[in-house]
């Protein structure tokens, strides 16, 4: 089958969420929806959401968590809340796919971010960027006019 450019509708994006349930290979999903894996791969970043597990005196979802951790003692080590370095991140499991922690098997003891899949939720992200991305220039025409002004001289000396 010829997979050409294509979103995924609503429908579909019900059908990942199934497919990822059941472990499906991305082939296989790919196969059955009719698009290619990079599409998929893309989804499912782009759309899944993060949920925060932080707590005291547990590994942290901050991606520098291993570098404090290094000169501090494990027993009192504790991330604090107002730590400058906090960056949350994926960590090494959910870097390859199916990226998500849907149906993790180590969800009930993971202490880091988990990141979850859900189709209805990824199709209104989808449909907010469109609409966002449909409302045009966020430059208003007078604002225009006076870059106009400013650049066009220089542009004239440039091209003279």
Do not use: W
Not at 9 to 17: D, E, F, M, P, Y
Not at 107 to 119: E, I, N, R, V
């Amino acid at each position: 089958m010829k997979k050409g450019l294509k979103q995924l509708n609503t429908i579909q994006r019900a059908k990942l969420q199934t497919l990822l349930k059941v472990k499906k290979s991305l082939q296989e999903i790919s196969d059955e929806l009719g698009v290619s894996r990079q599409t998929l791969y893309r989804e499912i970043l782009r759309n899944s959401y993060h949920v925060s597990k932080d707590t005291l005196y547990v590994k942290s979802s901050c991606i520098h968590y291993l570098e404090c951790l290094k000169g501090q003692s494990r027993l009192k080590f504790a991330c604090p809340n107002n730590c400058i370095k906090y960056e949350p991140g994926r960590q090494d499991c959910l870097k390859k796919y199916p990226f998500t922690c849907n149906n993790c098997r180590k969800k009930a003891k993971c202490t880091f971010l988990h990141y979850y899949y859900d189709p209805e939720k990824a199709s209104n992200e989808y449909h907010l960027r469109l609409q966002c991305a449909n409302d045009g220039p966020k430059t208003k025409e007078a604002d225009i006019k006076k870059i106009d002004k400013i650049v066009s001289p220089l542009v004239k000396k440039v091209n003279q």
